[in-house]
Each structure stands twice: as structure tokens, then as C-alpha cells.
């Protein structure tokens, strides 16, 4: 059974190159690139915000490979997401993979039940009311809610965060504690690892995990859900800067800048088949 551990963290360039070493054959291997938006493509912030240039360089070289299939996830809506990129050839999953739209112009969409829906919203409406301040800001992922608080002073910090975990608790929602945050979760079968299912199944069919190289790249505590379904089918890597973390990915990632490195050894595999 798959646990989270300490995994090796990825320093320079050629430790990319090292990590992918022998995994994809180009001419052969059909891949599925998954990509987490917010904190691992392009830095989280709470407006949507742009990709490193050589982030959006390898993607869009990427996404116009026939052998890729490609899809960006996001907590974010849909359409803010997809409006946002606008990239051809890209699967856009919002909400963790509850919203989905091929570059068929196939769609899909998974419905929450009502009433979880408006325990969310006035979770989401009571965090905002009340503990967003000084720096604090709340990220509505729709299905899940997190609570930021990294650019809070000390002197406010422990007051908000006991507050804002009162708030998620009293209103029936799993507590996950995160380094500056606090996430929501509801106590419902839906994660990104069952997203990140579904859409390779509806793309691939039954036999996805067979026929398959598959690449996963998130940041957040929601990615380990999806990291934990691929263990040991694929190439998972977390994005975080702390030295202490434990995932069930198989390697760590310590900043968005890097994650544009892991896609220039994707890419270079590509390059070199057109050279040789």
C-alpha cells in the first residue's frame, strides 16, 4: 500500500533528465501530461497569474505533440481556466476534474448534490466574512475550500487560524492543516485522483493504466489525491518548498520555476527524435 514518505528532491536540470531517463520512447509511447494550474505551472496567487516564459514555451511545443495528450487541471471554474490559456489541443478540468472540456469540444460535467453545495458557499461566505484580513485571503476551490495565511503577522496569525478551523469544522467539513493554510474538504467520494481517473478512462478507456506513460505534476494537498491513485503506474512529482514533506509522489519539485525544467526534459526527448 502506497504511503507518504520523504522523496528525493530534484536540484539541477540534468536531475530531470536523470528522473525520466528511459521512461518515454517517442516514436512509440503515447503520454498523458497531467498538470495541476495554480502553484505549479504559474504561482499561486488569488487572480489567475501568468506561466515563467520557458514554462509556456515547453507547453505549448507539448500540447502540439500528437503523442501528448495533455490536460490542466484547476480548482478554479472552467471557464476561467480555459478563457485564461486558451491553448489548442489541451483538456481543461475545473473544479478538480468536476468540470471537463476536451479539445474535441466534448464535455463533461459531474453535479454535486444541492445541499453540499450550500454548505460550501456559506462556508465559503462565513471565511470571507470574517477571518480575511491582513493579508489573509480564502481560495474557493468549489469543492474544497483553503485558507491562506502566509502573509499574516504573528501577532494576528494564531487568532485567525483558530478561528478559521472553528469555522470549517463547525460547518461539517474535513480539517487538513498545511503549511500557511487551512483547507476544507467535504466528506464526499470525489478527489482529483477520481477526476484524473475518469478522464483517462473516457479518453483511453478501461485499459489506460496499460497503455500508458503517464506524468503528474501538483502542488497541493488535493494532488496528493491523484498522486496516490498513480502511484506506481506513473511519474508523479509534488511541487512544495518545504524540507520536511511527505508525499506519495516520486520526487519533489521545490519551485514553479523548476516545474519548467521537468518540462524541457519531457520535451527533449522530442527534440532529439527529430534530430536523430
Not at 33 to 50: H, N, R, V
Not at 117 to 126: G, I, M, T, Y
Amino acid at each position: 500500500m502506497a504511503e507518504q514518505k520523504k522523496a528525493p528532491l530534484l536540484k539541477k536540470e540534468e536531475d530531470y533528465v536523470k528522473a525520466l531517463e528511459g521512461f518515454i520512447t517517442p516514436e512509440t509511447d503515447q503520454v498523458a501530461l497531467l498538470l495541476d494550474y495554480d502553484g505549479t505551472l504559474a504561482p499561486l496567487t488569488e487572480e489567475l497569474s501568468i506561466m515563467p516564459k520557458d514554462t509556456e514555451i515547453n507547453i505549448k511545443k507539448l500540447a502540439a505533440n500528437d503523442k501528448i495528450f495533455m490536460v490542466v487541471f484547476s480548482g478554479r471554474e472552467l471557464s476561467e481556466i480555459k478563457n485564461h490559456l486558451k491553448f489548442p489541443n489541451v483538456t481543461y478540468a475545473g473544479n478538480h476534474g468536476l468540470e471537463v472540456e476536451y479539445p474535441s469540444g466534448k464535455k463533461f460535467k459531474i453535479e454535486m448534490p444541492e445541499e453540499l453545495l450550500e454548505k460550501h458557499n456559506k462556508l465559503v461566505a462565513e471565511l470571507k466574512e470574517k477571518v480575511v484580513c491582513s493579508g489573509a485571503w480564502v481560495e474557493d476551490k468549489k469543492i474544497s475550500v483553503t485558507y491562506h495565511y502566509k502573509g499574516v503577522t504573528d501577532k494576528l496569525k494564531s487568532k485567525l487560524i483558530a478561528d478559521a478551523k472553528g469555522l470549517i469544522q463547525s460547518h461539517g467539513f474535513q480539517l487538513i492543516e498545511t503549511p500557511y493554510a487551512l483547507e476544507g474538504k467535504p466528506r464526499v467520494n470525489w478527489d482529483k485522483g477520481e477526476g484524473a481517473k475518469m478522464i483517462l478512462e473516457k479518453q483511453f478507456d478501461a485499459d489506460w493504466a496499460k497503455n500508458l506513460k503517464i506524468i503528474y505534476v501538483g502542488d497541493d494537498t488535493t494532488d496528493e489525491d491523484a498522486i496516490k491513485v498513480l502511484h506506481g503506474i506513473g511519474k508523479t512529482f509534488r511541487v512544495s518548498e518545504l524540507p520536511t514533506l511527505k508525499t506519495y509522489a516520486n520526487y519533489q519539485i521545490k519551485t514553479v520555476e523548476e516545474v519548467g525544467w521537468l518540462l524541457k526534459a519531457v520535451q527533449g526527448y522530442y527534440e532529439k527524435k527529430k534530430k536523430a
